[in-house]
């Protein structure tokens, strides 16, 4: 397909230019404005039967609407008018060529209606998909070698040996390398360090990581580097004893988002808002919303705080659900708790009431497992269920404040542009004890292809299986990312 | 179509809906890896014919109807649901 156009179109572009196109595409095709709506709503039918389909096109000469089935056609034959437009796309159809056409000119008038169109809308930027730029598509020219992704390739798996206990930093690099959008910013090699080549920055030491895991190589990688890098960065986790992985994940998340500093561009900017806009916060970043409501004079006082991940209490719920229910529901704070009100200005009793303000693309949830107080230390292993598909809807903030003034929950398409659903693309599990425990993970290469790992073994696992496992960190993927506006 | 038919289509039109659920729809279909398939179908079709000039009309023949049977039957549901329920409201008002 070439978007030159074709004879036909040119000549009429350089007789009429493109203006005829420009008004049926901005009143037709993609409406821009609501006058635009009414005329596409009362006049988009075929004058010949006058049903609205199938398939509406217009002549490009004289504006008549038709329909493709066989009336657009006859209106071009008898008429002599040539071209038309498809009004469902904007496509323009050659009857000369016997085909649809592409010119570049007209398609970027559409793809700027289109953008006009979603604004008065109100919806997101509607897709666009990747084309390269002349330096892509020259490079793509260049490097001929192609690596063909089939439903059944072991690409992207490789095991990871075990140094003496530290399969709690195995089970975690390999969650972190199946983190779907990770794997996207590292494989389009965004990370570009300032620090390059001094080995120091844990941020390049993943990167690298990263092209090891797609060499295609199958032999199991030594993560000495980054276990040294990580001992330098996070000093309480040195040493050879087994390690909790939540902590190790944590501690991970915090070196890498302080060494995404040393990158170049976009990495180490701040939004205006203060807040950090490295690669790890824009993933794993979520906020929590605490509103303390005094009991005497209901005012309310709401603070929000970023976090990482959600650790939950496993004694009681059978699943994941009813966790975080639990989590995000008022809690009484008793006598022997007062808040200081700023409304009252004196001690009250008050309710506290958890619930999530902002959700991160990446949602990770700790069951506390294990319990360490003065007495005991115990390993809990309660029961509880999780989904694959999660609907975090319920327990937003939003959602919360909807629910308790009462607005019932509409079906209107307005709606239709929040979504919260996620999808589980990792597990990691502590088998055995206390103190002689071992980590696996189970993660989902590609979608309904999920593998067990376990050290320096892969082995293909089913979804029943990661789904029936106990379950100690459990990592969710928003199942559906939103465009930004670039202009916005 | 009949009369009513007509009004309700141009009154999604009109409000926008109409391509509200139709971006609805657009998203889905590229969530569920349905693009994809029909790209692929598009590829297969444009190779058997490589020797000569296949045109639009062509294609979509060949491949509209295995195209349509691969759209899952959530995606159509929940299409059907939202349409229905928001005509509902809307006759209310």
């Known amino acids: 397909m070439n978007d030159n156009g074709c004879i036909h179109l040119n000549n009429f572009k350089a007789a009429k230019g493109t203006n005829p196109y420009k008004i049926v595409h901005a009143f037709f095709v993609a409406c821009t404005s609501f006058e635009a709506r009414r005329y596409k709503a009362t006049s988009c039918l075929c004058f010949t039967c006058g049903m609205p389909g199938p398939r509406m096109h217009s002549c490009l000469h004289c504006i008549y609407f038709a329909c493709y089935a066989g009336h657009i056609q006859d209106h071009s034959k008898t008429k002599k008018h040539f071209l038309y437009v498809d009004l469902s796309y904007g496509n323009i159809y050659c009857a000369q060529c016997q085909d649809y056409i592409y010119d570049r000119e007209l398609t970027e008038i559409g793809v700027t209606h289109k953008l006009k169109e979603a604004k008065s809308l109100g919806i997101s930027v509607p897709f666009m998909p990747w084309l390269p730029n002349p330096n892509e598509a020259m490079a793509l020219r260049r490097l001929r070698k192609r690596r063909l992704i089939s439903p059944h390739t072991t690409i992207g798996l490789r095991g990871l040996q075990n140094l003496g206990s530290t399969c709690f930093m195995n089970c975690i690099v390999q969650t972190l390398i199946h983190t779907p959008l990770l794997r996207d910013y590292f494989l389009g090699e965004k990370h570009k360090c300032k620090a390059q080549g001094s080995g120091k920055c844990l941020v390049c030491e993943v990167s690298k990581l990263f092209q090891e895991f797609y060499s295609g190589a199958k032999t199991p990688l030594t993560l000495h580097r980054l276990l040294h890098l990580i001992w330098t960065h996070a000093r309480h986790l040195a040493g050879y004893e087994q390690q909790d992985a939540h902590e190790f994940f944590i501690a991970t998340l915090d070196v890498l988002h302080r060494h995404c500093m040393n990158g170049v561009d976009e990495n180490g900017e701040k939004k205006e808002n203060g807040r950090c806009n490295c690669i790890i916060d824009q993933i794993f970043t979520g906020g929590l919303q605490s509103d303390v409501v005094c009991t005497s004079c209901h005012g309310v006082s709401t603070t929000i705080d970023p976090f990482w991940d959600i650790s939950l209490d496993v004694a009681g719920p059978g699943s994941l659900a009813a966790c975080l229910e639990r989590f995000t529901r008022a809690e009484h704070l008793g006598s022997g708790a007062k808040i200081k009100c700023s409304n009252c200005r004196a001690y009250r009793e008050s309710t506290k009431q958890l619930t999530l303000e902002t959700l991160p693309i990446v949602a990770s949830f700790h069951l506390k497992r294990f319990e360490h107080s003065s007495q005991i230390d115990r390993k809990i292993n309660a029961f509880v269920s999780f989904p694959a598909e999660l609907d975090m809807t319920p327990f937003m903030s939003s959602h919360r404040r909807a629910v308790d003034v009462g607005a019932d929950n509409n079906n209107a398409p307005e709606g239709v542009c929040e979504d919260n659903r996620y999808s589980l693309f990792a597990v990691v599990n502590h088998v055995g004890s206390l103190d002689a425990g071992h980590y696996t993970a189970y993660v989902r290469q590609m979608k309904g292809s999920w593998f067990k790992c376990d050290d320096h073994m892969i082995t293909r696992a089913s979804l029943r299986e990661v789904l029936d496992s106990e379950g100690y960190l459990l990592f969710y993927h928003k199942t559906v990312l939103e465009y930004e506006c670039e202009n916005s | ?93």
């Not at chain 2, 569920?32 to 490589?50: A, I, T």
């Not at chain 2, 023949?61 to 549901?77: C, G, M, N, S, Y």
């Open chain 2, 1 to 93: 179509m009949t009369v009513n038919n007509t009004i309700a289509h141009q009154r999604l039109v009109l409000t926008g809906d109409r391509e509200r659920f139709k971006e609805l729809l657009r998203r889905r279909l590229i969530e569920c890896g349905w693009r994809d398939q029909v790209r692929m179908l598009c590829r297969d079709v444009v190779k058997e014919n490589e020797s000569n000039n296949i045109t639009f009309d062509m294609l979509a023949a060949r491949v509209t109807p295995r195209a349509r049977a691969l759209v899952p039957d959530t995606v159509k549901k929940e299409l059907l649901q939202k349409i229905k329920t928001h005509l509902l409201t809307q006759k209310d008002q």
